[in-house]
């Protein structure tokens, strides 16, 4: 199998040849694998065979972006969002957000007209170079995008998002569902052009270490109807959804069935997102990708990331609906010796 047919094959609940695998680093983690043995030139997405392969579009106001201030150490820079972020050079934490160009409501009636789809979003030699070469190396292509809760704290602080979910649902919604049909509409451009990717990649991150950032009903106010109507798009195509959202989201997951998604990514252990609990309870209805605590792998006792991929690899790619993940991006704390072991266990105890 290569790596698209290993990926649809467990996003539909059966068992491929192996685990699919797939992972992320810091920037500041892959610079010192390269120090430590990672060839020079070489992606650790190349040097460990991961699965998948990203497009996306611009979905931005698309406002002129600018460096505003720059030390050794790190760099403030207003983003195309309008939004000004400071981000130490390493990238080794987030980013501290400084500033948001959404103050007060008119705020967003001036953005929203800059929210259309259009061929400018979309570089397109360099779509078409990258899926070409995608396509040949038997990748897992999907299509990224982000619309919901995690998207919008670019546009407006978070103490003033959370009070607009109570206080103005609507309005929230309304965002929501522009800058969704935003991302839908870039989506359908791509595979009208023929770039015909395998999933849709959505980003919205809803959760943090103890819990939801909101309540399910005020997911259902603000945030459900633009994930029905992007899920149903994709799926009116054949193409599977994957979510991402950090933090401890299991009190949203059974809404999260009922609008159609199809796998939960990256399932955060110290947030409380036990993949095996997950897959026991939920496991028949929806696909995990994750949950691998990097914790484990930087841990000095190698037995350590060895019982943790293989109590739960045990657990989670049973009948399939597996897909392995760090349970966030591996961070500069990881050697690239104990990563190397890492991928080894998982290839190990990731055999059918």
Not at 198 to 220: Q, T
């Amino acid at each position: 199998m290569d790596s698209r047919e290993r990926v649809l094959t467990a996003l539909r609940h059966q068992e491929p040849d192996r685990v699919p695998i797939h992972d992320s680093a810091w920037a500041a983690t892959i610079d010192r694998w390269h120090n430590e043995g990672l060839p020079e030139g070489v992606s650790p997405c190349e040097y460990f065979d991961f699965a998948f392969a990203f497009l996306d579009a611009d979905t931005t106001p698309q406002f002129p972006a600018e460096v505003i201030e720059e030390t050794e150490e790190f760099v403030v820079t207003r983003l195309s969002s309008g939004a000004v972020n400071k981000d130490f050079k390493d990238h080794s934490t987030t980013p501290e957000l400084v500033d948001r160009p959404i103050k007060e409501r008119k705020d967003w009636e001036a953005i929203k007209p800059r929210l259309e789809p259009s061929e400018d979003r979309v570089d397109w030699e360099a779509a078409r170079q990258a899926y070409d070469e995608a396509r040949s190396k038997g990748k897992f292509i999907v299509y990224s995008g982000g619309y919901g809760y995690d998207i919008l704290q670019g546009y407006l602080r978070s103490e003033m998002l959370l009070m607009a979910i109570v206080e103005d649902p609507e309005w929230v919604r309304e965002m929501s569902m522009s800058l969704g049909r935003l991302v839908l509409e870039m989506g359908r451009m791509l595979l009208e052009r023929g770039i015909d990717f395998d999933a849709f990649f959505c980003l919205n991150d809803m959760g943090y270490r103890n819990g939801l950032l909101f309540s399910p009903r005020s997911y259902d106010l603000t945030q459900r109807e633009a994930d029905e109507m992007v899920y149903s798009y994709f799926h009116s195509l054949g193409k599977p959804v994957i979510l991402h959202s950090c933090g401890c989201v299991k009190e949203l997951i059974p809404t999260l069935i009922e609008v159609g998604l199809d796998c939960l990514q990256p399932l955060e252990v110290k947030a409380g997102m036990d993949v095996r609990e997950l897959k026991r309870e939920f496991g028949d209805r929806l696909a995990f990708m994750g949950g691998i605590d990097v914790r484990a792998m930087a841990d000095p006792d190698p037995s350590r990331i060895e019982e943790e991929i293989a109590s739960k690899f045990e657990v989670a790619k049973k009948g399939g609906g597996y897909i392995y993940h760090s349970d966030h991006s591996v961070p500069k704390n990881v050697s690239f010796e104990q990563y190397c072991r890492t991928i080894e266990l998982v290839r190990k105890y990731g055999q059918y």
